[in-house]
């Protein structure tokens, strides 16, 4: 299994972004998946997670009505749609799969989390 970030880079205050992770060796439609942000100096977050067998979704307040987490499940992808970004979102963004749900994704992930990917830097400039 393996799970390959991409799509990170430079954009300005306000801009849009969208980032993929490629779940490669897994069946999407049986996990729940996550992204994850861990800016310089801090902790790595969960900031929003969709479990694929009952299609619930969660954000973190501070993501909310800006970002956006889908799914291709055909192409086995999934996504995260940034708008509105600002300066504090820049960090390194994970991709995350686990079997047991958005609600152990979202509170055990340091505790043990079935995938990670390796992570891709958006720098969101001022």
């Known amino acids: 299994v393996q799970l390959v970030e991409s799509g990170g880079g430079f954009v300005e205050a306000g801009g849009s972004l969208r980032l993929s992770c490629e779940a490669a060796?897994?069946?999407?439609?049986?996990?729940?998946v996550g992204w994850f942000r861990q800016t310089p100096g801090s902790e790595r977050e969960a900031i929003c997670d969709?479990?694929?067998?009952?299609?619930?979704?969660f954000y973190a307040d501070d993501v909310k009505e800006r970002f956006t987490i889908s799914s291709d499940i055909a192409k086995s992808m999934v996504y995260l749609d940034m708008h509105n970004v600002k300066p504090e979102d820049t960090g390194v963004y994970y991709c995350?799969?686990?079997?047991?749900?958005?609600?152990?994704?979202?509170?055990?992930?340091?505790?043990?989390?079935?995938?990670w990917g390796k992570g891709t830097l958006v720098t969101v400039s001022s």
């Open positions: 995350a799969a686990d079997r047991r749900g958005g609600h152990w994704i979202r509170h055990f992930f340091n505790v043990d989390m079935g995938y």
């Open positions: 060796g897994l069946k999407l439609e049986n996990y729940a």
């Open positions: 969709l479990t694929h067998s009952d299609g619930s979704v």
